[in-house]
């Protein structure tokens, strides 16, 4: 591991991303009280079962970041984009189910806002 000067150490490429995971907690392994309760606002069509069953941590973090459109938006982009080119991806199941989700977020829950200098 190389040593940034001032920082902490930096992982070469060849480092291993599982040994570079925090370990587990109980929020990666099951939804918690927030996601239940924000998974029932949702309608049955929009709502990302199959997410919540394979990835709960993400839909807790979804959850928690939900009101907040500036980090839904950068979170929606880190789950949708692959900005490091090494990840293996989303089963399809949850690709959609992440996708429709980020369209009912920006059409329903928090659209693009317009500015009053729009035409």
């Not at 997410?51 to 709960?56: D, I, V, Y």
């Amino acid at each position: 591991m190389a040593t940034v000067p001032g920082g902490n150490p930096v992982p070469t490429s060849n480092a291993d991303p599982v040994k570079l995971r925090h370990p587990l907690e109980k929020d990666d392994l099951e939804l918690n009280s927030i996601a239940k309760a924000w998974l029932a606002t949702l309608t049955e069509a929009d709502r990302p079962r199959e997410l919540a069953r394979r990835f709960p941590r993400i839909v807790n973090r979804i959850a928690r970041l939900w009101k907040i459109p500036l980090q839904m938006d950068r979170c929606f982009d880190d789950l949708l984009t692959d900005n490091r080119g090494n990840r293996q991806g989303f089963p399809l199941a949850v690709l959609s189910e992440l996708s429709t989700l980020k369209d009912y977020y920006n059409t329903r829950v928090f659209p693009p806002r317009r500015s009053v200098w729009d035409s």
